[in-house]
């Protein structure tokens, strides 16, 4: 029903609406303002969504019976309501036909308020500028006479008896008669421009008060038809063509039928649309696929978009209010990163035997250099592309090896799911760690330095997290890292290689390779790929890092598996910025746990308790959640710091009993985090040169030796072998396990420290950043392994 208010051009109340032949009438919210019917599913809604609009000012209303009501604005764009009784289907009409009107007359100008033509403005200009010389000439003379008549007074005060006083007298009334007709041509003046400034003010007056409703008006119209375009965007990712529906058309349930009505369910997740069951989903590791977030919003002519099923599964999701859940207190358990990093960290360090080392806590601060773009323009003159140099004002003192290491700042999570009994359990503090990896993003768009062949990066933090890692550069063409980190109680390996879209505004990272996990004591094997990270305000603007799309962690031992969907922002989007939800499945598709959160703050778990799958959208019922992972702000000062976290300033700590060929070694590199960086600019200028030298070198030798009809020589890993993997049957570099030995001894044969004698061994380069623009540096931009 209607409310129970007088007719008046702003209106609100229940219709129904004609949706579809499937659907017939469906019960909206309306609203009729400033010209303008509007409605939704429901009052709430009112705050973020609208489902569509419709101008009064050029439309035709009609009736067809007693409770029927027809609003058609021309074309295909027709609203077929009912109201519930005759009476509040004449309310609707007057109300309508009053806000029509309004909505005509605020379109008509009214004629004393109609803007004055380009002509009268300017004639006005003119005018006012005439009066204005008039005014400035009257100005000028009234200054002229006042000093005449001051001298003639003064020549007077100096006169003596005997001289003649009359003649001055009569100079002295002649000035003062000038001057009174100059004052009062300056008043007529005066008045003259006054008046036609006047005039012409209440003209401007009008003119800027009918502008200033025209710009409301506009806001208005704006803001409705950013709504609009929002949920044809959503209805288009609705409606599909798919094998099983050739046409695109989807109809399916409305909104109303869901279990929004429930008031706990607080979230829904975005499951894949290809389930074997009613409820149940799979989705394999190594593969990809397009998941729509789930909006219900939507804009048609003819019908509701959101009268139409999506392609992809959805569920609600809501917390179970029941006794077992709750502990005692009634409020549920609640554990932060630090707690868990707290009892990981201590139970690794209280044996005596394992001394821990201390690190550093603080680097320089970066030096405030200013960059002269066109003095880099300049000095490219006249230079092949692959020799431009790129300083290293773009560039953060840490490599690209040293930051997939980054990557497992948050390792406890890790400790902690090898402690799991139940693997699903495990699995979801595994997603949980692949999503906290992101979490260093957030705030560093600088690039690292690029890796050389061969080149490697160790870190040891048994003493205090339990694990070391190594990283080498094992291929150029493409560029590849491979990465070995080995925990007490877990190990993980993995290629780290890239693929790149630049779409003008923003650039597209796709990484390409396989992460691999397996936990010692229960032989659970768990792989993943990373999701797509999109770098914007690419040519101009600050900078900032989006990640998105969809991440399957399938554990290959039982079949459990993870479907983590990463939402991308979006300004018209009502979902939390940066959100990441998902759901553990078991290896029958049964859902065990949800995860939710966002990759920048804080992520959650909760287990599912029930699954109602009475309706069309199943509906979970879980425990309450758990935070088991919050980002760590980083250290005080940091933002001088390259906005480095704690880890990431310990990354690049001088070590003498790393390789020679381990980042830290880079002259360059660590005259940058020094301060020093011009010296770095030439460090990494002469690096370079060795680089092209030793390259030329290398393409002579292969061409010898195919004129001679053998196998070119190729560059072969020191520290990894490449191996075909049983469970993706793909190709992947592991660790030879050498290192750690060679490290013992400090016997390092065979690396590739005889190729020069300088600091840093010359080693052929990975790829050399050459870009016409500074902001493209953000290809290299940070990126988790």
Known sequence: ??????????????????????????????????????????????????????NLASAFITTADSCTIVISSGGNHTFHLKATSEVDRQKWIT?????????????????????????????????????????????????????????????????????????????????ATMFRITSNAMINACAEFLELASTDGKKWYKMLEHEYNQKLKLQELLEQCAKEQNSLEMKAKKIRPSPDNPDGYVSGSDGDDDFFDAPDVVDTISLPSHKQGPGHWRQGSDASFDAK???????????????????????????????????????????????????????KVTDPLVPRKQRRTLIPAKPNYSLNLWGIMKNCIGKELSKIPMPVNFSEPLSMLQRITEDFEYSSLLDEAAECEDSTEQLA????????????????????????????YEL?????????SLAEQVSHHPPTAALCTEGKAWTLWQEFTMGSKFRGKYLQIIPTGIAHLVFHKSGNHYTWRKVTTTVHNIIVGKLWVDHHGDMDIKNHKNGDNCHLKYYPYSYFSREKPRKVTGV???????AKWVITGTWDTQMEIAQVLQVDESAKRPVFATGPKRIIWKRVEPPPGSEKMYSFTKLAIQLNEKDPSVAPTDARNRPDQ?????????????????????????????????????KRGEEPPCHK??????????????????????????????????????????KFPSMQRVNICLFTSPQVLAICVALPA
């Open 1 to 54: 029903m209607a409310e129970n208010k007088p007719p008046q051009s702003t209106y609100k109340g229940w219709l129904y609406k004609w949706t579809n032949y499937l659907k017939g009438y469906q019960k909206r919210w309306f609203v009729l303002q400033n010209g303008l019917l509007s409605y939704y599913r429901n009052q709430a809604e009112m705050t973020h969504t609208c489902r569509g609009t419709i």
């Open 95 to 175: 109300a309508l036909e009053l806000a029509k009107a309004d909505a005509q007359r605020m379109l008509e100008p009214d004629s004393d308020e109609e803007e004055p033509d380009k002509t009268d403005i300017q004639t006005t200009l003119k005018s006012l500028g005439s009066k204005m010389e008039d005014l400035n000439t009257c100005n000028d003379l009234i200054g002229k006479h006042g000093s005449a008549l001051q001298r003639a007074l003064t020549e007077l005060e100096q006169l003596d008896g005997s001289q003649d006083v009359s003649s001055k007298v009569k100079v002295i009334n002649e000035r």
């Open 293 to 347: 977030i789930f909006e219900g919003e939507g804009y048609s002519t003819e019908s509701d978009p959101d009268e139409a099923d999506n392609t992809e599964q959805t569920v609600g999701v809501y917390q179970a209010k029941t006794k077992k859940n709750k502990k005692k207190g009634g409020k549920p358990h609640e554990l932060n990163h630090e707690e868990v990093h707290t009892k990981t960290v201590v139970a």
């Open 429 to 456: 503090y595994v997603t949980v760690f692949t999503v906290s990896s992101y979490s260093t993003t957030i705030n560093r768009t600088t690039k690292p330095f690029n890796p050389l062949l061969g080149e490697t």
């Open 460 to 468: 040891d933090h048994t003493d205090d997290m339990g694990w070391k």
């Open 584 to 590: 553990v499945t078991d290896s029958s598709d049964a």
């Open 670 to 706: 660590r005259a940058m985090e020094e301060g020093a960086w011009d010296e770095a600019n030439r460090l990494k200028v002469q690096l370079e040169e060795k680089q092209r030298t030793k390259r030329k070198q290398m393409e002579a030798q292969a061409e010898d030796a195919l």
């Open 717 to 758: 890993p020191m520290w990894f072998m490449r191996q075909r993997d049983e469970i993706t049957g793909e190709h992947i570099y592991v660790s030879n396990n050498k290192y750690w030995e060679a490290k013992g001894k400090q016997d390092w044969t065979g690396s590739d420290t005889n190729l020069a004698d300088d």
